[in-house]
Nanobody
Framework: VQLQASGGGLVQAGGSLRLSCAAS???????????MGWFRRAPGKEREFVSF????????YYADSAKGRFTISRDNAKNTVYLQMNSLKPEDTAVYYC????????????????WGQGTLVTVSS
């Protein structure tokens, strides 16, 4: 499975971006059964959990820093997961990664088996 993240860019504080993560190498039926996560890595920091979505989109989870501002969603027909980010802050500046969950804690990057290459989000003050 290959993951291609896109949608990053430079935005002013208070602005919005929508990240996309397109999966290839998996059938539509297979992708629909994946649990997917978004992580980010800010300069000089460890990779941290941002959001998670289960296969049927019925369950979503967010880091405290993302609650109320970010929304994760998926379109299984397009093999794509999205992260809508609103009210962006300078501290949201990071490379954002999507990943396919394997096992363990959804907050732990060790629990993921496939990773995209990341997309850079820069929020200016």
């Amino acid at each position: 499975v290959q993951l291609q993240a896109s949608g990053g860019g430079l935005v002013q504080a208070g602005g919005s971006l929508r990240l996309s993560c397109a999966a290839s190498g998996a059938s539509g039926r297979t992708f629909s059964r994946y649990f997917m996560g978004w992580f980010r890595r800010a300069p000089g920091k460890e990779r941290e959990f941002v959001s998670f979505i289960m296969w049927g989109s019925s369950k979503t989870y967010y880091a405290d820093s993302a609650k109320g501002r970010f929304t994760i969603s998926r379109d299984n027909a397009k093999n794509t997961v999205y992260l809508q980010m609103n009210s962006l802050k300078p501290e949201d500046t990071a490379v954002y990664y999507c990943a396919v969950f394997r096992s363990g804690s959804y907050r732990d990057p060790q629990g993921y088996e496939y990773w995209g290459q990341g997309t850079l989000v820069t929020v200016s003050s």
